[in-house]
């Protein structure tokens, strides 16, 4: 039988400064780790959220984002007319034809400019994306130097507030409206008109991209064939959300990347910590190991119930680190996006699964801290450790 | 009485031509040189000596600790050198009872949780390892004081409550190292009457390391070791 659980709690208990420092290593690492994490996965999930699974996103034929697209009105009408594209109540083509500029703000934390992307779109552009709300203010009166603005940068940058006005394309915008878009990368955006805004920023006649609601979604795949291999228009059709995904690639990446990196050297301090713990713990409590193998406990049950120990400890330390980085989570930051070269606002989110994966993280901290030196106590001749002092 | 059948008896000792060395780097300690020792069930053995002269040692092969460089050693009718290590320690919990100098207590367990660590090895039920913990623990006077945790305690009570430890598991041997080695004279003769008591009225095998002339007085039987070897 192995020794009671109370025994190892106790023992943490009654060297609480030892305990308390391992605790507090893998706490930090935990905490860093799962914070990076959430970061990585706030900025996904931002990505991820934007566009609905319905749409489809109709660019130039291999550009890799809308600033680098480009097709006129007559390409757009050739897609527009098929079938597979759904109508409104109207008979209208539900597709959104939108022009996009990049404006450049000072960021209210550190007065360094940030790009946004300035987006005018058509009325059909609030049926094709249903998602997005005016939470202040209203929306933009069509054919007005007016813009609403998503309330995640408008957090971010300086003078995005209702009633703010800004100046673009040496252009005077009056902000009219915050929106949301469930988190969305919209809501890094500032929407204006497209008859107001593609003149102003001399897109007239096209657009650079067009995001059409598709009658059924499972026709993507092959709408995109028959555009591809439609010899009068270099068009190409993405589904919307998997567009946006791919547009956080490399950003996801490295920040995945840097928090794998982060994990592991941090880690390998707190493992050591964690061993160097348990070593001061087992040097502490020779002689009780030697007495409790004299009396009988088998090797087995001194290793079990020091890696027990060290991973209780580790557990305590998962525990506060999750704590720690819990305190961040919904904390907005923003980054450039490499592909559409414009500030994405992002908030950070810590999932459940994140928080499990800290634990066994922390977990595992403890037990390879905790193997080594329980396998000295275990291993150690019951004579000698009974001669300790 | 023969040797085998010495051995072949509950609580009986044998140990048969026992040779230990240790090895030192590249020397070779000789600690117990060709030793031959029976003892009896029921017997109290005081083994007495200078130190280095072998005592603690043998005590440790009685107790399964260590084991032999060579020859035999029987306790219990079991020769411990047959037995793993996993078996050994199995057979000390249920054969052998430990009292040490220092009493050895586990300072995060109180009184009868320390009483009751050999119990977990059992396959007793909670409430019976702890009803019998209590048992032992009033048996050494110290019931009043179960959940008292080492540091609360006198070295005399200390070593009650090892004592009981010892007791816990009704086993045939007590081996006790210097068990008055850390008390004062009046807490020394206390302990000794309770080691006495367990022999006389248990008929406990008790052997015992002592350099206290007054304590190995207590014993039936003293043996002399001198540089690994019995001289008398």
Sequence with gaps: ?389 | MSTTEIAARAGAVSVQDVRKFYQRDSMQIKVLDGLSLEVPEGEFLALMGPSGSGKTTLLNLIAGIDRATSGRVVVAGTYLGSLSEGELAKWRSRNVGFIFQFYNLIPVLNAVENVELPLLLTSLSGRERRERALTALRIVGLADRSKHYPRQLSGGQEQRVAIARAIVTDPKVLVADEPTGDLDSQSAEEILDLIQTFNRDFGKTIIMVTHDPRAAARAHTQRHLEKGVLTA
């Design chain 1, 1 to 389: 039988m192995a020794l009671p659980l109370s025994y190892n709690v106790r023992n943490l208990r009654q060297r609480w400064k030892v305990t308390l420092l391992a605790i507090f290593g893998i706490g930090l690492v935990v905490a860093v780790f799962v914070t990076l994490l959430s970061m990585e996965s706030g900025f996904r999930i931002a990505l991820r959220s934007t566009g609905s699974p319905l749409n489809g996103i109709v660019t130039q034929r291999g550009s890799m984002s809308e600033l680098t697209s480009w097709m006129n009105i007559a390409d757009a009408d050739v897609f527009m007319v098929d079938p597979r594209v759904a109508r409104d109540s109207n008979g209208k083509a539900m597709a959104s034809c939108e022009v996009v500029i990049l404006a450049n703000r000072p960021r209210k934390s550190d007065n360094q400019p940030a790009n946004i992307t300035f987006r005018g779109v058509t009325p059909m552009a609030f049926k094709v994306r249903n998602n997005l709300k005016v939470v202040e203010g209203r929306s933009f009166t069509p054919g007005l130097y007016e813009v609403i603005v998503g309330e995640r940068i408008a957090d971010r940058v300086q003078g995005l507030d209702v009633g703010s006005v800004l100046n673009v394309q040496k252009k005077d915008w009056k902000v009219v409206g915050l929106f949301v878009a469930e988190g969305g990368s919209f809501e890094s955006e500032i929407w204006g008109d497209y008859d107001a805004m593609a003149p102003a920023i001399r897109r007239n006649g096209g657009c650079e991209s067009v995001t059409v609601r598709l009658q059924d979604p499972g026709t993507l795949a092959a709408f995109d064939k028959d555009l591809r291999a439609n010899p009068r228009v270099q068009l190409q059709m993405d589904s919307e959300p998997k567009y946006y995904e791919n547009l956080a690639g490399p950003t996801a990446a490295a920040l995945l990347g840097l928090a794998a990196f982060v994990a592991v050297v941090m880690g390998i301090g707190a493992v050591f910590g964690a061993m160097n713990t348990m070593y001061a713990i087992v040097s502490q409590r020779t002689r009780e190991i030697g007495t409790l193998r004299a009396l009988g406990f088998s090797r087995f049950s001194i290793l079990f119930s020091f890696v027990l120990e060290s991973v209780l400890l580790a557990l305590i330390g998962g525990a506060l680190g999750c704590l720690a980085a819990f305190t961040m989570n919904g904390y907005t930051a923003g980054t450039g996006n490499t592909n559409s070269f414009s500030e994405l606002a992002f908030a950070f989110k810590l999932t459940p699964a994140l928080l499990i994966f800290g634990m066994v993280f922390a977990v595992v901290m403890g037990f390879v801290g905790g193997m080594l030196p329980a396998f000295r106590a275990a291993s150690m001749p019951i004579t000698r450790a009974l001669r300790e002092a």
